[in-house]
Antibody, heavy 119, light 112 residues
Framework: QVRLQQSGPGLVEPSQTLSLTCAISGDSVSNTRAAWTWLRQSPSRGLEWLGRTYYRKQWSDEYADSMKGRVIVNSDTSKNQFYLHLISVTHEDTAVYYC?????????WGQGTTVTVSS | DIVMTQSPKSLTVSLGARATINCKSS????????????LAWYQQKSGQPPKLLIY???TREVGVPDRFSGSGSGTDFTLTINNVQAEDVAVYYCHQYYSPQHTFGQGTRVQV
């Protein structure tokens, strides 16, 4: 059974960088048939896809156009984890953040991390 | 981006009745190369992450009751819940993964 366990801070100050971790069990971040994805959900923006990383013959990443320049998704194969880094956060980045396994559809989700941006 | 529009926003059905949720994409999400619609449906209960119900528009995920079914092609899709049960109270979302920029509908709340 594949599980994704999220960790990271629940409170981030404006202008700082939000970093979240998603630990994978039961699968490998190097699985060539999966992409490892970050999303978020807020009342104002609904479910929003942020970006993903995946390995085929080399590592690749893709990002939502609305987030380009502010978001980085990367991985650590030795820890079997992947990460979200969101730069220069504002109050509008307050949301529940999810990691997920993308095999076309998102068939495994992390438990969610509520992140509040506030000083 | 492909815009996903769901209707209705909210739906109240009686126990044992049928619920029908519609999803319209602003662009075709059918791929001629693999003859598949890049469309999924999720169920999200309060305080939980979304759960995959249907992918490729009509394929049920393992473990999903057969009262859930998906249909449609191209730009128009439907999620049908037959014989609605109390545990089906949730918000349902459609999701297109045709474009690398994945997008979701705004959700339909189902109450019983």
């Amino acid at each position: 059974q594949v599980r994704l366990q999220q960790s990271g801070p629940g409170l981030v100050e404006p202008s700082q960088t939000l970093s979240l971790t998603c630990a994978i069990s039961g699968d490998s971040v190097s699985n060539t048939r999966a992409a490892w994805t970050w999303l978020r959900q807020s009342p104002s923006r609904g479910l929003e896809w942020l970006g993903r990383t995946y390995y085929r013959k080399q590592w690749s990443d893709e990002y939502a156009d609305s987030m380009k320049g502010r978001v980085i998704v990367n991985s650590d194969t030795s820890k079997n984890q992947f990460y979200l880094h969101l730069i220069s956060v504002t109050h509008e980045d307050t949301a529940v953040y999810y990691c997920g396994r993308d095999q076309g559809a998102l068939n495994v989700w992390g438990q969610g991390t509520t992140v509040t941006v506030s000083s | 981006d492909i815009v996903m529009t769901q209707s209705p926003k909210s739906l109240t059905v009686s126990l044992g009745a049928r619920a029908t949720i519609n999803c319209k994409s602003s662009q075709n999400v059918f791929s001629r190369s693999n003859k598949g619609n890049y469309l999924a449906w999720y169920q999200q209960k309060s305080g939980q992450p979304p759960k995959l119900l249907i992918y490729w528009a009509s394929t049920r995920e393992v473990g999903v009751p057969d009262r859930f079914s998906g249909s449609g092609s191209g730009t128009d899709f439907t999620l049908t819940i037959n014989n609605v049960q109390a545990e089906d109270v949730a918000v349902y979302y459609c999701h297109q993964y045709y474009s690398p920029q994945h997008t979701f509908g705004q959700g339909t709340r189902v109450q019983v």
